[in-house]
């Protein structure tokens, strides 16, 4: 036991003072994947945020026509100008595509209105333009919703419920937009934070084996008396610390990236609090193991550091894998799909991010599984340490 | 006492090590001396349980090196060839790390790694990262590194490869010394000078095979000749390529 503590503790001070693996460890894993987020979070809700927020302009022909309504559009967002011309100029314009949509108000609109009588305006708009389309969508949206909002002042009016004249509702849920984009992004945290830990472990994993080997200082190493499997769990541990830094440390530069943008105007009720930083530590920190059994058992496969190099560089990319399976099939939490390393994690912390509850049970399961993988993966690589072609 | 009772080792097509038998005694210096590729090194890493062996079976202390492996480690230094250092940590880290490998702590591994750095004379770099030293420095560093724990069996490959005039001098008062404690000392070496002048007793190596063995005045006497160089030509051309 003493004997792999001081494995560890060498393992740590060495790359410690390796100013590549620090670098790799603290630096570019954790801070890249915070930092290209904020920026692509904020790209994302400045571009949704002007779209909705934007005021529309709408001409209007014989506005004094229907004070009310003009007054109604005003409030929700309506830009209402009187068109100088006539109703022939607008269709010119709007077929030219000088203006998206014209509203016309009929003279008699007060007149039917009084009478109860079903009060008309007109739409000009080229359905088949389609940058149009939403303003036009946004005009009749509004003129629906007025339209709606007196139906049911007159209905109460006579006694009857509004709810009588609804017999289906309509909820309309966008994935298209903003919050599509915003949930794709919140995705990506898992990922990031994957990565950020594998990058940690990197270059201490490949020293530790490859590097060891190639340097020359393996077999010194091996006329001690410690077992292989005692050096390489010990490499492996170490591994692992230099993991859980970077995960820490990217856990709190997401919390403190994200104070600074506000995913709640994207319709997420995101959050990343001191909360979130410890639960998901908690719950990401079990891949850890798995990693680093991961990275140094292919490390220690290969000859050369450079060889190293390139086939655990490979490795990084397949913990992503299932997050993208699980990106494309928009696949649900369910027990069976907490035995799969990093989907798991994926599925657990996106929804602590969403600030959606966290199933216990589906915790526990991911826990246990990634952590008797990694263990697994350790105890192959001892035997695979303990074959004499390492020494070559 | 280290006992090699025909071992050979092959990799692949080459027949590294054929059938090597010969003994080194305690409180004496064994040389293994051969030409270029002759299994040398091979002998040694099987002894110093890096590799093992094909066929045949070695004693370390009355230990098996391959059944018990462990125990046969806990008595041997070993410095294979190449020192092999950790460039990023200072000499003194370097063999602090062997030093508590082998269970030493505290002020008694302090005290140890101070004498053998007075020993090697490591004084100047011993607080020094290795990284950037010369050959020479690198080799007493893995020397002392290999003797932290004051092994009864000392087992060196190539061990004055780099060094200069005065560490030659003062690595072969070292092992001497280490003689006259009753240890049990074999290194490799093709330099017959550097051979004839410290070892008791010479095991000539060439193809993998032992081609002549005994003390310098025995193999003179044997070959009749008064130069061991000839000795040594003549042992290494009588073992052909393919016997
Ligand atoms: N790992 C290996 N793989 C393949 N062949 C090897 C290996 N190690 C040694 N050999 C071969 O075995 C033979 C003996 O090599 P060894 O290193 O034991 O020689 P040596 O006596 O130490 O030589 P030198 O004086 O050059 O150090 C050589 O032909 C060498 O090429
Ligand atoms: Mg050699």
């Known amino acids: 036991m003493k004997t792999l503590w001081t494995v560890v503790g060498k393992e740590l001070l060495d790359n410690a003072r390796d100013r590549r693996t620090l670098a790799s460890a603290l630096l570019f894993g954790p801070l890249f994947g915070p930092l290209l987020f904020a920026v692509l979070i904020s790209v994302v809700i400045q571009q949704s945020v002007s779209d909705i927020e934007r005021p529309v302009s709408l001409p209007v022909i014989g506005a004094e026509h229907a004070p009310n309504l003009i007054g109604f559009l005003d409030r929700n967002g309506f830009e209402v100008e009187d068109w100088s011309g006539d109703a022939a100029d607008a269709r010119d314009a709007v077929q030219a595509g000088r203006v998206d949509v014209v509203l016309v108000i009929d003279p008699v609109f007060g007149e039917r209105f009084q009478a109860g009588l079903p009060a008309r305006v007109q739409l000009i708009q080229d359905a088949s333009a389609q940058r149009a389309a939403r ?258 | 006492m280290i006992e090699v009772d025909g071992i050979s080792k092959r990799f692949g097509k080459v027949e590294a090590v054929r059938s090597v038998s010969f003994a080194a005694e305690d409180g004496r210096i064994t040389g293994l001396l051969g030409p270029n590729g002759a299994g040398k090194s091979t002998t040694l890493r099987v002894l110093y349980t890096v590799l093992k062996p094909d066929g045949g079976r070695a004693r370390i202390g009355g230990r098996d090196v391959v059944t018990d492996a462990l125990a046969v480690r806990r008595s041997m230094g070993a410095m294979p060839h190449g020192a092999g250092l950790y460039p990023q940590l200072t000499a003194w880290e370097n063999i602090a790390y062997y030093g508590r490998l082998h269970g030493l702590a505290g002020p008694a591994l302090a005290r140890r790694i101070d004498d053998i750095t007075q020993l090697l004379n490591l004084g100047e770099f011993i607080d020094r990262r290795t990284k950037g030293f010369s050959q020479g420095q690198r080799t007493r560093v893995a020397l002392a590194r290999a003797l932290v724990h004051d092994p009864q069996h000392v087992l060196l490959d190539e061990p004055t490869n780099g060094l200069d005039v005065m560490a030659t001098r003062a690595l072969r008062q070292l092992i001497l010394r280490l003689r006259d404690q009753g240890r049990c000392v074999l290194l490799s070496s093709h330099v017959m000078q550097e051979v004839a002048a410290l070892c008791d007793c010479i095991v000539i190596v060439a193809h993998g095979q032992v081609a002549a063995s005994g003390t310098p005045d025995e193999l003179r006497r044997r070959y009749a000749e008064t130069d061991l160089e000839e000795v040594f030509v003549r042992a290494i051309s009588g073992v052909g390529e393919r016997p």
Not at chain 1, 233 to 256: D, E, N, P, Q, R
Not at chain 1, 348 to 360: K, Q, S
Not at chain 1, 374 to 383: F, M, N, P, Q, S
Request: glycine share 8%.
């Open chain 1, 135 to 392: 303003n036009v969508n946004r005009a009749r949206g509004a003129l629906n919703a007025y339209s709606a909002q007196l139906r049911a002042l007159r209905l109460q009016a006579r006694g009857v419920s509004p709810d009588v004249l609804r017999p289906v509702v309509i909820d309309d849920v966008d994935v298209s937009t903003a919050t599509g984009r915003a949930a794709l992004l919140l995705g990506m945290i898992t990922y990031f934070l994957l990565a950020a830990m594998l990058m940690g472990g990197l270059y201490l994993a490949i020293d530790a084996t490859a590097g060891e080997r190639e340097r020359g200082s393996l077999e010194p190493l091996l006329t001690l008396p410690v077992t292989r499997s005692t050096l390489l769990v010990g490499k492996i541990l170490a591994t692992c610390c230099y993991m859980l830094l970077s995960l820490v440390i990217t856990l709190v530069a997401f919390a403190i990236g994200l104070s600074f943008v506000s995913l709640e105007e994207l319709g997420m009720s995101a959050n990343f609090g001191p909360q979130v930083v410890g639960l998901g530590f908690l719950l990401m920190a079990p891949f850890v193991l798995l990693g680093a059994a991961l990275m140094t058992l292919v490390a220690s496969f290969t000859k050369t550091y450079k060889e190293a190099q390139t086939y655990v560089g490979v490795l990084i990319v397949v913990p992503t894998l299932p997050i993208l399976f699980a990106a494309f099939l928009s696949v649900k939490p369910s027990a069976l799909l907490m035995a799969v390393p990093s989907l798991s994690q994926h599925l657990l912390m996106t929804a602590l991010i969403r600030n959606e509850p966290v199933d216990p049970g589906h915790a526990a399961i991911s826990v246990v599984s990634t952590l008797v993988l990694g263990a697994l993966v350790t105890w192959l690589a001892t035997l695979f340490y303990r074959r004499e072609g390492l020494m070559g």
